[in-house]
């Protein structure tokens, strides 16, 4: 498994911007897809977006398309997800994850390694 660190979550009017960081250490990074999770209070954790071990193939839940954004740099062991004109139900715990690369990216259930996660607050 991966060790992983999120950081960049905060307080942020409907509108603003927010970028994830997530650090990984432990193994190599580019065995590992990376996924963002999140989970609001009284609902279970859904997958956000999730990016290929090269960073070739990216996924995206119907509600973020458009305005959020993920990407990886392998030489940075860090994968970041961009959150634009966020939304007060974007407010949840963010979680960075990693599956390994030999499995599909976009299956959450693939997903092994966590963060301890970043909360993201969007004031209406």
């Known amino acids: 498994q991966v060790q992983l660190e999120e950081s960049g979550g905060g307080l942020v009017q409907a509108g603003g911007s927010l970028r994830l960081s997530c650090v990984a250490n432990?193994?190599?990074?580019?065995?590992?897809?990376m996924g963002w999770f999140r989970q609001a209070p009284g609902k279970e954790r859904e997958i956000v977006a999730a990016i290929s071990w090269s960073g070739g193939s990216t996924w995206y839940v119907d509600s973020v398309k458009d305005r959020f954004a993920i990407s990886r740099d392998n030489a940075k062991n860090t994968v970041y997800l961009q959150m634009n004109s966020l939304k007060p139900e974007d407010t949840a715990v963010y979680y960075c994850?990693?599956?390994?690369?030999?499995?599909?990216?976009?299956?959450?259930?693939?997903?092994?390694?966590w963060g301890q996660g970043t909360q993201v607050t969007v004031s209406s």
């Open positions: 994850a990693a599956a390994n690369y030999r499995r599909s990216y976009a299956a959450p259930l693939n997903y092994d390694s």
């Open positions: 432990g193994r190599t990074f580019s065995n590992w897809h």
